[in-house]
């Protein structure tokens, strides 16, 4: 059994983890293997069609990214601090769980100031409690709509791109660091594997007759904390919101009764999945918190085929992907996709599992 970190390291060259995305959405390469088979095929992400039929479903993470790096002040001595929003914990409130940088400077009862380019007043916050080194409450101090606070955090807030990727965020990540069907706003990080999906080869899905099913988890950066313990027993995932609407339980069962190919797009969609099933096996509506750490072996109840990102050594979405693939398969996919150059993490290629 597959269950030590040590399992999952690999030699992962710098230059191929992608720093932009590619041209076109769906022009991004895809590497397609087959369970059953072992066969690996090279192609590009659109020919993605090709492996499904009328009445196969995608099963779609909806989540929206929102700017949640904001640069702002502190009170009196004028210091600069960068703030990373994680999660909203009371909506009337305005309380949010953040980190901040650098920590050492920012006391309970401190506020902080985040102006515009002209250096107007937009948003303050007051620190209201500490969390651990780095994190801490606030609360915004904004009476305003929960439209027109939104509406502020897009004016003032940067997108936030993962540390991997290592220049600043530019005017591009607006647009291409979010899926064209990204809808319930919440997610500090982008489900990936979506963002190669464009506007035209999901009317091209359509038209073939496959179904889509929407979920939402809003991805934290839990997701890609580094696993710390070697037993993948011991490894505890950070809490992340997910729902899963009766709509998309009801259409996903159907689709499995009737036997039909189930695509998640994404660990997400996976994780959010295989975290709200019955005991008869099929997908329960749900709404709540799930912190489902996923590593082999794992038996999935809902899916049987999956479209995901290329990943970091030791990680736990590669830890996920062998649990679905297969370890000596993926893990020879790997292999193969760091001899072909294929691009890797959150603006890399593609791979799909059948």
Known sequence: MRTKLSHFNFDLPKNLIAQYPAPKRDESRLMVINKSTGKIEHKIFKDLIDYFDDGDMFIFNNTKVFP????????????????????????????????????????????LYFCDEQDNDILVAEVVDNTTSRGRT????????????????????????????????????????????????????????????SQELMKRLEIKGIDFADVTLHVGL??????????????????????????????????????????????????????????????????????????????????????TNFHLPKSSLIIMVAAFGGFELVMEAYNEAIKEKYRFYSYGDAMLII
């Open 68 to 111: 949640a790096r904001l640069y702002g002040k502190k009170e009196k001595t004028g210091a600069n601090i960068e703030v990373f929003l994680l999660r909203e914990l009371n909506h009337d409130a305005r309380l949010w769980d953040v980190l901040v940088d650098p920590a050492r400077k920012i006391r309970v009862g401190n506020k």
């Open 138 to 197: 606030i609360r915004f101090l904004f009476d305003g709509t929960e439209d027109d606070f939104h509406s502020r955090l897009e004016l003032l807030g940067n997108t936030p791109l993962p540390k991997y990727i290592t220049r600043e965020s530019e005017a591009i990540d607006k647009e291409r660091y979010q899926t064209v069907y990204a809808k319930e706003l919440g997610a500090v990080a982008a489900p990936t594997a979506g963002l190669h999906f």
């Open 222 to 307: 839990g997701t890609f904390r580094t696993i710390d313990v070697e037993d993948l027993s011991k490894h505890k995932m950070d809490a992340e919101y997910f729902k899963i609407p009766l709509a998309t339980a009801d259409k996903v069962n159907k689709a499995k009764l009737e036997g039909r190919k189930i695509c998640g797009v994404g660990t997400t969609s996976l994780r959010t999945v295989e975290s709200a099933v019955s005991a008869e096996g099929m997908l329960k509506a749900a709404e709540g918190w799930t912190n489902k750490f996923i590593y082999p072996p794992f038996d999935f109840s809902i899916t049987n085929a999956m479209v």
